[in-house]
């Protein structure tokens, strides 16, 4: 019987794509493993690679369409003895969601349903998928299926967990149609009818910045902890610290203290290094600290994993490597996944300070406004000059209380303005 090949959720946003290149043709023999697609995602272009073997009988969509939402057929794949003729007629819509009381012959799984087995342990999963998950040590019984059919695929072991269950309902794509969004474009068009304009079309990721932000500051019970921070130390450290770095090609930024800085501080306070979970919260035991990157038309938050135990040195690289690939829309999913608290930095644009919104399922992020000369007064009572950098931290109330909110903004601040601490 000729397998369908659906569109694939590349993202944990995503909700259709462009297919932007094809790989193969009708005609051409494909094993598991190789590269079919390139799909422009919500937030990259990724590949796509075949999880069947068999002949490219039928491409479905044309190369370059825009909006294929997922699971739409793509192409049919033939086996061995098919023919094109014995494809028929299959439609590219996306299935309508089965009722409950048919559940037992749905075509497909969604992600967060347990992955798939046959005969009471055979798992489906793609050769490249096993082997990275021999390579991880995962437990494949634990890992979702986001492909065909609930079929393990690359990215879902890629993005789990050695020995832990998937749960990819924190992130789940969030329907843009769900979510109120003012006057409809109708009622504004016809505001703006007699006025010269240009309309530019929404991309995906424009899209979904919207749709989740605006659940954001609906669902999320923001409050709001503002401190000052004295830098001078923290600068003649950094000056010192870049001046012996040079011959090795390193530069410090103030951003790489203050995501070390920040990392430092949910170990120090370990009850804020959480998350909201619907039902519950989780609390994680390492740092992994999103930071977010503007780009043409949006925004990245890649996440740096480990942070409280990686070099300044290290945390550097990674940011520049990542800020870099986000640019290049070149990220994976897992890079821009996860963590429990944000950074947003607009001090470098001469923002003096602002309140960032959350991103869920993330209980807070820090918005770091520019350092700027200021008249302070010193511990002996003295009028000085000093520079001075406004923090502001959102705060998910679901999840952290106002004192425990206090106790890791705090906890930012003496790490900042100590910073020689940060390396002990």
């Not at 044309?62 to 997922?70: D, I, L, N």
């Not at 393990?152 to 969004?181: L, M």
């Not at 669902?219 to 001046?243: C, E, G, M, W």
């Not at 038309?297 to 890649?302: I, M």
Request: contains cysteine; charged residues 20%.
């Amino acid at each position: 019987m000729p397998t369908e090949i659906l569109m694939p959720a590349l993202s944990p946003t995503m909700e259709e794509g462009t297919l932007s290149k094809w790989h193969v043709k009708e005609g051409d023999t494909v094993s598991s493993g190789d590269i079919l697609a390139e799909i422009e995602t919500d937030k990259a272009t990724m590949e796509f690679e075949s999880i069947d073997e068999g002949v490219i009988g039928k491409i479905m969509i044309a190369e370059g369409t825009e909006g294929v939402k997922v699971n739409a057929v793509i192409a049919v794949l033939l086996e061995d003895g098919e023919a094109a003729a014995d494809i028929g007629a299959i439609s590219t819509a996306v299935p309508a969601p089965q009722p409950a009381a048919a559940a037992e012959v749905a075509p497909a799984r969604s992600p967060e349903k347990a992955a798939p087995v046959k005969d009471g342990t055979r798992v489906f999963a793609t050769p490249l998928a096993r082997r990275i998950a021999a390579d991880k040590g995962l437990d494949l019984t634990s890992v979702a299926g986001s492909g065909p059919h609930g079929r393990i695929v690359k990215a879902d072991v890629e993005n789990a967990q050695a020995g832990a269950v998937t749960a990819p309902v924190a992130n789940a794509p969030v329907s843009a149609a769900a979510t109120p969004t003012g006057p409809s474009s109708d009622a504004v068009l016809q505001t703006y009818a007699d006025r010269p304009h240009k309309e530019i079309k929404l991309d995906g990721m424009r899209k979904i910045i919207a749709s989740r932000l605006t659940e954001a500051k609906q669902t999320v019970p923001h409050f709001y902890l503002r401190r000052d921070i004295h830098l001078d130390a923290l600068l003649k450290f950094r000056s010192q610290l870049n001046k012996q770095l040079e011959p090795r090609g390193i530069k410090l930024s103030v951003n790489d203290f203050i995501i070390k800085a920040c990392a430092l501080a949910l170990q120090q306070v370990p009850q804020a290094n959480a998350v909201w979970a619907g039902d519950r919260t989780l609390q994680f035991e390492k740092s992994d600290v999103a930071v977010a990157v503007a780009i043409e038309g949006g925004l990245f938050t890649p996440v740096l994993q480990d942070a409280e135990s990686k070099s300044l040195s290290a945390l550097s690289a990674e940011m520049k490597d990542l800020a870099s690939r986000a640019r290049d829309r070149k990220l994976a999913p897992h890079e821009y996944t996860g963590g429990s608290l944000a950074i947003s930095n607009l001090g470098m644009f001469g923002i003096d300070n602002f309140d960032a919104i959350i991103n869920p399922p993330h209980a807070a992020i820090l918005a770091v406004g520019a350092g700027t000369k200021k008249p302070i007064v010193g511990a002996d009572g003295e009028l000085a000059v000093g520079t001075v950098m406004s923090t502001t931290l959102s705060v998910d109330h679901r999840v952290i209380d106002g004192a425990l909110g206090a106790n890791l903004l705090n906890a930012i601040k003496d790490n900042l303005e100590n910073p020689l601490m940060m390396l002990a």
